[in-house]
């Protein structure tokens, strides 16, 4: 890989990959919603496939953490307990703390610049309210810096949490879409001056004072949701 080169070459999907990228986007985006029936029979009509990758597909994201497989009902996706959107979001600040002290003394000028870029993307996606690009771009601010740190356990890491965390910040995108845009701009703008001081002290605090934010902003949404369900059945 080269000095300016971060992300690998994307391959070509066999239809066991697809299956498997298809399902977990309709989880992580919220297409499908918290606790909803995965029915392996539906899925595969659907997609015009056997039950067998599809089944494959769901045990993958059992693994992953998306999918509850509940004796003698199915599958469903994962709801989240308090002390869940605790867990991730407190595994999230303490890989990508790691990933500030291992990356800022590596960053050159082209980071900084490729980073600012990020950020004027966020901008944009904020301007034109798309939400899922903002959420992507979210991750893919903290996915480079992971990826610079050059740690490949760290980064290992970081992608096993991905998946929830990304699917808990969709859900805080669509239910604070009053003030969260906003915050992930400030946000981002906070820590990058951070990083151009070289000060990963400054970048770690900084993640922790948000993480705890976000995990609370979640929480809190997830019991708006949790009320809202109750009260339409």
């Not at 999907?13 to 606790?35: C, H, N, P, T, Y």
């Not at 771009?137 to 480079?144: Q, V």
Request: a negative charge.
């Amino acid at each position: 890989m080269t000095d300016n080169q971060v992300f690998l070459k994307i391959e070509p999907r066999s239809m066991e990959d697809e299956i498997l990228f298809r399902l977990r986007e309709a989880i992580v985006s919220g297409q499908i919603k918290l606790g909803g029936h995965l029915n392996e029979t539906d899925i595969a009509k659907q997609m015009a496939v056997s039950r067998i990758p599809v089944r494959e597909a769901l045990r993958k994201l059992e693994q992953e953490g998306l999918v509850l497989r509940k004796p003698n009902k199915g599958c469903f996706v994962t709801t989240f307990s308090e002390q869940d959107v605790k867990e991730v979001f407190s595994l999230r600040a303490s890989l990508e703390s790691m990933s500030f002290q291992w990356a800022i003394p590596k960053l050159t000028s082209q980071d900084i610049q490729k980073l600012k870029e990020l950020i004027a993307q966020q901008e944009q996606a904020v301007k034109s309210k798309n939400y899922d690009e903002l959420s992507r771009l979210d991750m893919r601010f903290h996915e480079y810096i992971c990826i610079k740190a050059d740690h490949s356990r760290l980064l290992k890491a970081w992608y096993e949490q991905h998946a929830q965390c990304q699917m808990l910040l969709n859900i805080r995108f669509r239910h604070l879409a009053e003030y969260t845009p906003e915050s992930v701009l400030h946000d981002h703008g906070r820590i990058l001056q951070a990083i151009e001081n070289h000060d990963p002290l400054a970048a770690i605090e900084l993640t922790y004072e948000i993480s705890e934010r976000v995990s609370n902003d979640c929480i809190q949404t997830l019991k708006v949701l949790q009320a809202e369900s109750i009260s339409t059945t």
